[in-house]
């Protein structure tokens, strides 16, 4: 009889320190969600990889006007200090740069169409090029018809009374980024715009800036 009444004592003591259905559901509940949101970082961190910035929040490009090129730079860098970056004659847009904090190797600029596709018009001496406070060119590449950088600067200047730039060379908004069109026809008749695409260690693209 003793021996009954401490096996129903004991029995009852257990169930009263027992965790409650409703709490345990609780607990489960909660460890899911944080090995669930532990899982989402561990992937998005192997899925965007370094380059996961969106250049957006890093460069914007200010307004762009329209103009002819006055002064030759025939494509070509040297070690002379150069002025301008288009082709004599050719018609161009220069566009400041409002802010930015990547390099002259994170960026790379296409002019869209209405439709949104790139636009292939353009003429054998089509360009981008940026110049520095004192007109000299500091980067340039030639595109052809299509006015799109697939790749980076194919050269950058080596003015004689600056610095010689590179890749890792500071893309501030003391530069300017000159258009050139590849020929003497007009471009604003059409609704054209500029994107900049991130590379390296930036993403995605920038909002279409308006070319007037």
Known sequence: MNSFGVSERSWRKARRGAVSPIIATILLVTIAVVLAAVLYILISGLT???GSTPIGGAFAAGRATPGTCAAASAQTLGAA????????????YTI???SSTVAFGSALFEVKTSSGGVFTGGGASSSFAVLDTAGH??????????IAMTS???GYGLPTSAPTYESATPLTNLYTVV??????????????????LGRVSFSGATNPVPLP
Do not use: N, R, Y
């Not at 060119?137 to 299509?146: D, F, K, L, M």
């Not at 471009?187 to 054209?192: A, D, I, Y």
């Open 96 to 98: 400041t740069i409002e």
């Open 152 to 154: 980076t600067w194919s």
């Open 137 to 146: 060119v500091a980067a340039i590449i030639v595109t052809g018809a299509t």
């Open 179 to 196: 258009i050139d069109g590849g020929s003497s026809t007009t471009l604003t008749v059409q609704e054209f715009t500029l994107v900049t």
């Open 48 to 50: 965007h990889g370094p």
């Open 81 to 92: 200090a150069m002025t301008g970056g288009c082709k004599a004659g050719d018609f161009v």
